[in-house]
Every structure is written in C-alpha cells, then in structure tokens.
C-alpha cells in the first residue's frame, strides 16, 4: 500500500506564494508519474501539473507560467511551487501517483488533500 501525505497548504492573499509538498511512502511500487490536481467547491476534480520519472512536466493551461512542479524520485517526493496566487485557485489540492507492482498491472494512489486558500 503507498501512502501520499501532502504539506504546505494554508491562507495566502492574492499574488502571494505557498510550495506545496507530497512525499510517497511504502515499498515495492515502481512511481512513473507524480501529479497535482485541484477541486474547488462545487467543481469537478482538474489537473494542475503532472511529471514523470524522467522529470518530463505538463501543466494545465492556466496554471503555466504561475506553477511549477517538481520532483525528488530519491524521496518519492513532489513538489508545487505556485505563484501569484489568485482566489480562483482556492481548492483542495491533491497529490496522486501512478505507477506499477512488479508483475502487477498499473494503478494510481491519491493523496488525502490539502485546502489552499486565496483571500485577502
């Protein structure tokens, strides 16, 4: 079983900054790719940013150039660094990774969230 806890959410005013952290435990499961995505009140879950094992990143439209993702693969760790925070980026944000067991078919593991708030 893989365990993703998320850190670093919190209250920002509006074009602050918060780096948000999520570190994967449990052994045996081979992480390809690490991902953020974002559900605000009333909205569908969306992505925020992905990146792979090969520290290749894909980001949503309207998060580039704001956010940036990043990995540790030696602490089975990602990474949001958001910028210029606006109050349309208030969510629970989530960390999920997508990977396999040996032998195994592929499979994803969520994170349990963390709220970001943007207000003044």
């Known amino acids: 079983q893989v365990q993703l806890v998320e850190s670093g959410g919190g209250l920002v005013q509006p074009g602050g900054s918060l780096r948000l952290s999520c570190a994967a435990s449990g052994s045996g499961f081979n992480i390809n790719t690490m991902g953020w995505y974002r559900q605000a009140a009333g909205k569908q879950r969306e992505l925020v940013a992905t990146i792979t094992s090969g520290g290749y990143a894909n980001y949503a439209d309207s998060m580039k150039g704001r956010f940036t993702i990043s990995r540790d693969n030696a602490k089975n760790t990602v990474y949001l660094q958001m910028n210029s925070l606006k109050p349309d980026d208030t969510a629970v944000y989530y960390c999920?990774?997508?990977?396999?067991?040996?032998?195994?078919?592929?499979?994803?593991?969520w994170g349990q969230g963390t709220q970001v708030t943007v207000s003044s």
């Open positions: 999920n990774a997508f990977g396999y067991y040996s032998g195994h078919n592929y499979r994803t593991y």
